[in-house]
């Protein structure tokens, strides 16, 4: 299901309904989100699937816009699962975090949000 490249290829914010829609799926086990530019409301209604579905064990979501605070929805919602086992750090979300703000506090919360990913996915492991 991932996006494309083109703003039409891309659902936006209008993915936030099918997150809803995963928070209780029992079917669904890997999924790619990536390249939607859904920002950080989509990254917070991820974060919300992340915390209730117990299904996915796999989901890549780069290429979504999810700027620092997506980033840190995410992170809360990944330490509150216990079923994923494949979530790459999304690298072109945290390379545009760090172009679009050069500051060490907004590197040092990068680098614990991507801290806290890795640990919550490790300790599943």
Request: hydrophobic residues 45%.
């Amino acid at each position: 299901m991932a996006g494309g490249p083109k703003a039409t290829q891309q659902l936006g914010r209008a993915v936030i309904p099918f997150f809803q829609s995963l928070m209780h799926c029992t079917k669904l086990t890997a999924l790619d989100i990536s390249g939607h530019m859904f920002g950080v409301a989509g990254a917070k209604a991820l974060s919300k699937v992340l915390q209730l579905n117990a299904t996915l064990t796999s989901i890549k979501y780069d290429m979504n816009d999810i700027g620092l605070l997506g980033l840190s929805a995410i992170a809360d919602g990944v330490a509150g699962n216990s079923s994923i086992e494949v979530f790459p750090l999304p690298i072109i979300d945290i390379s545009s975090i760090l172009t679009s703000d050069h500051s060490a506090d907004v590197a040092r919360k990068v680098q614990s949000a991507c801290e806290a990913l890795q640990l919550a996915i490790t300790a599943q492991q």
